[in-house]
């Protein structure tokens, strides 16, 4: 078609040119003898004037019909400065209708009236959005700088598998039955984890790829089943050469998609500082409200919460919310106390400070010299509130008071939301001990390398095993992480069976990758960053949806496609599947 230009290009400078724009009418105003309509594209909108010459051609086009304008660029008498166009305007001289449309179950505009099951039911129409096509093109602005970057220092993009062995990577795996091997079953990949390694292996040093992953597992606004990260792994250097790589492809997407400036290097927290300071190892620093340790504080306080996780070896916490005493009535507290609960606090102590000393449920159980060291140690004067969990378990205390500080964070804005405070958080536990089952897990996985100090602590006290390992985290969320990886075979069998799998298991589940360990296998690290959720904080929105083109929903449903489906029983029998019969719960 001959469009001369596109819908957010012309200017003041082009008044006078003879143009042709395409694009669907976003808005139509009838004036009397004259009729504006809006005229968006993916690039913007342009305002064009028709006189009363076209009134009867004007008269069936519709909202998200699709025009081809022939006119005069003029200047606007009025013009509008919110758009880059506003200052000029198109005198028709004549159009004709590419396509109608049916009335929209929808507006298509920033702001809309539809629900979010509607948006993504009429997904097409949804991402017709202006404010949907910039966040779906900001993500396309991230992936091509980090392509840029990458390429600049010589790595390789190199595709993985989509179709694999069913291997343990802490989330269910997406099962795929084979036609050709009944009874088999390949498994979508949760990451590309054994694939690069092996890569490294074949030599290629250093490799990168925007990777789709699968998990099955429970969604929630910055998770979905099916995500994009950016895999990267390289072999001959050490933790800080890999920290250096990945915080400068940081600094290159800033400033590419944000103009942003971010000051290098990054702050480093170990995981242990990160959980005592804030109790979560992806805290957001752009606001205080630190947690403070009250072992030695309260450990002769005859008040039988703190005293009971005392001698159990537990922890007590507290925040000192200043200077916000009075704001926080009883039932405000309650609601605190309730947030606690959900991560297993057994319940929220407090105390209100005031001129004349503190006042709360638990203040009597402290004497004169007690209360001054605990006000001491949590640098609190008149008018601050005082918030206190204990628990035998360091995890309980550590979980629900990071729920409480990131939830006070928000409801008290206590950060600027347009700041983007990145961080590294590094030496990580090796393992992690599960009550229900009495057994170790892997932190990360089971390919990460113990620190070297820590090797000897594999079988002796795996508890205190540090891995070399690290989390990128931005205001909160964690972006990706990564680790040197085992590369000696000896480590690597060492590690398995600390975290209880008998040889049989591993020759049967990694046989064929613990095989490539035996020839020459060089030194090795990497990291992942989730593509999704940086786009989602870039743009600044709330969930990974919209920054997904056609995401699923929170019932892993796609409302669009009505995916999942049942199959016809003839793809069942040729797959040699059989289905159960299955009713659906009826308080659905």
Same mark, same amino acid.
């Given at each position: ?79 509008? $400065? ?5 200052? /000029?305007? /198109? ?17 298509? @505009? ?29 993500? *396309? ?23 694999? !062995? ?48 699968? #998990?099955?597992?429970?969604? !929630?606004?910055?998770?979905? /089943? ?20 990945? &915080? ?28 005592? #300071? ?39 916490? %507290? ?18 106390? &309730? ?65 409480? #500080? ?32 009495? !057994?170790?897990?892997?932190? *990360? ?16 006290? $795996?508890? *205190? ?34 975290? %209880? ?9 990694? @046989? ?10 060089? $030194? *090795? ?7 999704? !959720? ?29 995916? $999942? ?11 040699? /599947?059989?289905?159960?019969?299955? &009713? ?5």
């Amino acid at each position: 078609m001959n469009r001369t230009h596109n819908n957010g290009e012309l200017r003041i400078e082009n008044v006078g040119q003879q143009v042709e724009l395409i694009g669907w009418v976003a808005k139509k105003r009838n004036l009397g003898a004259l009729v504006f309509i809006d005229l968006r594209d993916r690039y913007g909108i342009t305002q064009v004037i028709f006189d009363e010459s076209f009134e009867e051609r004007l008269k069936e086009v519709k909202n998200e019909y699709i025009l081809s304008v022939q006119g005069t660029v003029i200047e606007r008498a009025s013009k509008n $400065p919110k758009i880059p166009t506003g200052d /000029i305007e /198109i005198q028709a001289s004549d159009f004709s209708i590419i396509n109608t449309a049916k009335l929209t179950p929808m507006i298509i @505009g920033d702001e809309t009236d539809a629900l979010e099951e509607t948006r993504m039911q009429y997904r097409y129409l949804d991402l017709r959005r202006p404010v949907m096509q910039k966040n779906i093109m900001t993500r *396309h602005q991230i992936t091509r700088s980090i392509r840029e970057y990458l390429d600049n220092l010589d790595f390789v993009d190199i595709e993985t598998p989509y179709l694999n !062995r069913s291997t343990p990577e802490g989330a269910r795996d997406f099962l795929v039955p084979s036609r050709v091997h009944k009874g088999s079953f390949y498994a979508l990949p949760q990451s590309p984890q054994l694939f690069k390694q092996l890569l490294m292996v074949a030599g290629f040093e250093r490799y990168y790829q925007i990777a789709r992953c699968f #998990r099955d597992e429970d969604l !929630r606004a910055d998770r979905q /089943i099916e995500f994009t990260q950016v895999d990267v792994e390289m072999s001959f250097m050490s933790t800080d050469q890999i920290l250096e790589i990945g &915080e400068g492809m940081i600094k290159k997407l800033m400033k590419d998609v944000k103009g942003i400036d971010i000051e290098l290097p990054l702050r480093r927290f170990t995981w242990y500082e990160a959980m005592e #300071r804030y109790g979560i190892d992806k805290p957001d620093t752009r606001f205080g409200l630190e947690l403070v340790n009250l072992n030695e504080t309260v450990k002769d306080v005859d008040f039988a919460v703190f005293k009971n996780a005392l001698e159990a070896g537990g922890h007590v916490k %507290g925040i000192n919310v200043v200077g916000e005493a009075a704001n926080f009535s009883r039932k405000k507290i309650d609601q605190l106390t &309730e947030l606690a609960k959900t991560y297993k606090a057994k319940g929220l102590a407090w105390l209100k400070v005031n001129d004349e000393g503190v006042q709360g449920p638990i203040a009597k159980f402290f004497n004169e010299e007690q209360l001054e060291k605990l006000l001491t140690a949590m640098n609190a004067h008149a008018g601050d509130l005082l918030l206190f969990v204990g628990d035998a378990k360091y995890e309980v205390v550590c979980d629900s008071l990071a729920a409480i #500080r990131n939830y006070l964070g928000k409801e008290l804005k206590l950060y600027d939301p347009n700041t983007f405070d990145f961080l590294w958080v590094v030496d990580f536990p090796m393992f992690e001990y599960d009550d229900e089952t009495q !057994r170790y897990y892997a932190k *990360h996985h089971p390919f990460t390398k113990p620190k070297d100090e820590d090797l000897d602590k594999l079988e002796t006290d $795996p508890e *205190h095993c540090l891995a070399d390992a690290y989390d990128i985290v931005l205001n909160g969320y964690e972006l990706g992480g990564g680790s040197q990886r085992i590369y000696d075979q000896n480590v690597q069998e060492r590690a398995f069976k600390a975290l %209880g799998f008998t040889q049989e298991q591993i020759d049967a589940q990694f @046989g064929w990758f613990v095989e490539g360990l035996q020839y020459g296998t060089p $030194p *090795h690290g990497g990291f992942a960053l989730g593509l999704d !959720r940086i786009a989602m904080l870039l743009c600044g929105c709330d969930s990974l949806r919209d920054v997904i083109a056609f995401p699923k929903n929170t019932s892993a449903t796609c409302p669009m496609s009505k995916a $999942p489906t049942p199959v016809a029983d003839a793809q069942l029998e040729e797959l040699g /599947i059989g289905v159960k019969e299955y &009713e659906s719960d009826k308080s659905e």
